[in-house]
């Protein structure tokens, strides 16, 4: 009988009470448990399964540039990275709150191994993330303007309950890269939140965005009540580079 029920288990993809229960029954523990104790094991162990999958997906389908998490997070005075910041943004509060996060530094700092680590701890607290190189999404999105596919590809970006938008600013916005971003951060605000990385300080993106009037209504709903993260240090990947040299 145990075999039919572990049987019936996978075809209704019960995995995590599937295991549950071939793991009693191999190690005889089921005459042990009461039928109240038998059914509160089995449903645990679906319910932490089914979230465990839930968590792997979100982690997948963000497509995280660097596969890190807070507890990775160097701490280095020289960095000037503050921990209870960093810590009040890892209970995710701030997704809640629909508040951005502005993360700035010189190249090599890790403003993108940062933004990967909250945006990991996002998608592990059941939070749906995307991330995606900010010039590179302006070029798909154009695509998908060209194909009738934008429409579609935008309202499944607003869905997201943060979005990360990494390397924002490296080349200067033309008129469509604008006129996206604008209805981005618009269907964004004050509804969800979006998470920048970029080398250049924030009071440079007006020159980056271009068109002055537009500049000003999309940095006001960007910078509004964000919480800024400014890294400063020496280049990370150089100082890997020169330890890796002295071994």
């Known amino acids: 009988m145990n075999n039919q029920t572990l049987e019936k288990m996978r075809k209704m993809k019960l995995y995590g009470m599937q295991r549950s229960f071939k793991h009693a029954t191999e190690t005889q523990s089921l005459g042990n448990l009461t039928p109240d104790e038998l059914i509160n094991m089995l449903v645990d162990s679906e319910w932490d399964d089914r979230g465990n999958r839930a968590r792997e997906r979100s982690i997948a389908n963000a497509k995280f540039r660097y596969k890190t998490s807070i507890e990775g997070i160097d701490f280095n005075p020289e960095r000037h990275l503050d921990r209870?910041?960093?810590?009040?943004?890892?209970d995710c509060s701030f997704i809640d709150k629909a508040e951005n996060v502005l993360i700035t530094g010189?190249?090599?700092?890790?403003?993108?191994?940062?933004a990967c680590a909250i945006g990991n701890q996002a998608c592990m607290m059941g939070y749906k993330v995307f991330y995606a190189n900010a010039t590179r999404l302006f070029t798909q999105l154009k695509m998908a303007k060209a194909d009738g596919s934008a429409i579609k590809e935008m309202a499944r970006i607003e869905k997201q309950?943060?979005?990360?938008l990494d390397d924002f600013g490296i080349q200067s916005l033309d008129v469509q890269s604008r006129m996206m971003l604008m209805e981005l951060v618009e269907d964004r605000h004050g509804k969800r939140s979006t998470l920048f990385t970029s080398q250049l300080p924030v009071q440079l993106w007006y020159e980056i965005i271009g068109d002055q009037t537009l500049a000003d209504a999309i940095l006001d709903r960007i910078v509004h009540d964000a919480q800024r993260i400014e890294l400063q240090g020496d280049s990370l990947r150089k100082k890997r580079k020169l330890e890796d040299q002295k071994v």
């Open 161 to 164: 309950d943060l979005l990360i």
């Open 106 to 114: 010189s190249t090599g700092t890790g403003k993108s191994y940062l």
């Open 84 to 90: 209870n910041q960093i810590l009040r943004l890892a």
